[in-house]
């Protein structure tokens, strides 16, 4: 069946330094999504992608959306404390409302 | 702002306990989910609903049942609950467009449900 994967499932940083977590789908998205979950909250959405190769930035972050739209990438240059949590990409089922979600990838920041 | 609610942040319930998970949302939304989310697996979806009293099964639905009399109300209901259903329950909504080029999901805070 169609699935969504993601790694890392964990990553440490020094605060300062850069991160990224792949997600890759096995089939063909229409859109992605990233959520973000801070530790004992809940997912919080971050951005949506849609076109093919498509980029765009908040801040510190940059998403990616892979040409074939059936990978992404979130990448954060220069981690803060504050990033810390959990990063989830989520696709799609196709034709569908319903939502494959990530496995996560888990952010620890050290300071 | 959206707000999406859930009626307990922690529960406790006893194997073969009937459950009810009350979700709500205050944003008119037509679309809305369950999660259940376990560490190492991620979010997965238990039950989605498009409209009043329509419903579709998620990934994974054997043991629970849903519930949508009203638009703004979302239930899920553990029929029998076993201890295999102790996770963390998340609620979600969105708006419908017909064209899916935004359909952003607001959560709740979450249900912590213990199984004894």
């Known amino acids: 069946g169609q699935q969504v994967m993601q790694i890392p499932q964990y990553q440490h940083v020094q605060e300062g330094e850069d991160f990224t977590t792949y997600c890759n789908s096995s089939t063909t998205l229409s859109n992605i999504q990233w959520y973000k979950q801070r530790p004992g909250g809940h997912p919080v959405f971050l951005i949506q992608l849609v076109k093919s190769g498509e980029v765009k930035k908040q801040k510190r972050l940059t998403f990616q959306f892979g040409e074939a739209k059936k990978n992404s990438s979130l990448h954060i240059t220069a981690t803060q404390t504050t990033d810390v949590g959990t990063y989830f990409c989520?696709?799609?089922?196709?034709?569908?409302?319903?939502?494959?979600f990530g496995t996560g990838t888990r952010l620890k920041v050290l300071a | 702002d959206v707000k999406v609610t859930q009626s307990s942040r922690y529960l406790v319930k006893r194997t073969g306990e009937k459950v009810f998970l009350e979700c709500v949302q205050d944003m008119d939304h037509e679309n809305m989910f369950w999660y259940r989310q376990d560490p190492g697996l991620g979010l997965r979806l238990i039950y989605f609903s498009y409209d009043v009293k329509m419903k579709e099964k998620g990934d994974i639905p054997e043991g629970y049942s849903v519930s949508r009399e009203k638009k703004e109300r979302f239930s899920l209901i553990l029929e029998s609950a076993s201890t295999n259903q102790t996770s963390m329950y998340l609620c979600?909504?969105?708006?419908?467009?017909?064209?899916?080029?935004?359909?952003?999901?607001?959560f709740g805070p979450g249900t912590r449900l213990t199984v004894l």
């Open positions: 989520a696709g799609p089922r196709r034709g569908t409302y319903k939502y494959i």
């Open positions: 979600a909504s969105s708006l419908f467009t017909a064209s899916s080029s935004y359909n952003e999901q607001f």
